[in-house]
């Protein structure tokens, strides 16, 4: 008996399993990117969502920032303690062993400090190593006084008695008096910003005392109030 051929292998080719596969994967790879695109694209919608939460941020920031800057510029406590902080920093800065004190209220902040440090021994003329003390001092000073009426008060102790008044204009508390007041004012401090005094004292020290003013109105009777 004469066997027939397999006509099912007989047509099989090696290479057309190889193109097939070859044809799945590109599609596979197609779908896969397709995939990706869709979820990756941006939606109107999305952008929106986007948009708006970085400008609510944003806002949010600006809204914080003013909220802060009123904060420091106010003449509420938040405001008086930075001026204090900044006031202490620098003196504490230039002079590490100097004494500061607020008083109970917390509205007042004074400094005291050996004459030495700011003058040579018997000398009326400031030492050029304070210049930069007194410029910040300044500074802070004016920009304080922008927000809330405040004075400065230098006072030196005089020695066991204070000077007459003949005794005044050779008294080299005086004189020391004179050029701490004319470093503020050439720093830009107004004249109406500082008052000065003596008291008796063997402590030769100076001080320096920082309040708010009571009244935004002169305190100084005008000339001829009382004719």
């Not at 109107?44 to 708006?52: A, D, H």
């Not at 007042?108 to 004459?115: K, S, T």
């Amino acid at each position: 008996m004469t066997e027939q051929p397999d006509i099912g292998t007989g047509n099989h080719k090696p290479g057309s399993s190889t193109a097939i596969i070859y044809v799945s994967l590109y599609f596979l790879l197609l779908a896969f990117f397709i995939y990706l695109h869709s979820i990756s694209a941006p939606t109107e919608e999305k952008v929106k969502q986007v948009i708006g939460s970085i400008d609510f941020a944003f806002k949010g920031i600006k809204q914080q920032e003013k909220l802060v800057k009123a904060k420091e510029l106010s003449g509420d406590e938040m405001g008086l303690a930075a001026f204090h902080a900044q006031l202490k920093r620098v003196y504490e800065t230039a002079i590490p062993l100097i004494e500061s004190k607020v008083n109970q209220k917390g509205d007042e902040l004074q400094f005291a400090l050996p004459a030495s440090q700011l003058f040579a021994s018997g000398s009326p003329t400031l030492r050029e190593t304070r210049n930069e003390l007194f410029e910040d001092a300044s500074r802070i000073l004016i920009k304080r006084s922008g927000v809330a009426p405040t004075d400065m008060e230098i006072l030196i102790d005089a020695g066991e008695r204070l000077p007459s008044a003949d005794q005044v204009a050779s008294s080299i508390q005086a004189m020391r008096l004179t050029a701490l007041v004319n470093s503020f004012l050439d720093s830009g401090v107004p004249a109406r910003n500082i008052f000065v005094g003596m008291k008796s004292g063997k402590e030769d020290k100076i001080r320096f005392r920082f309040y708010i003013r009571e009244r935004r109105e002169n305190q100084f009777r005008r000339e001829g109030a009382d004719q």
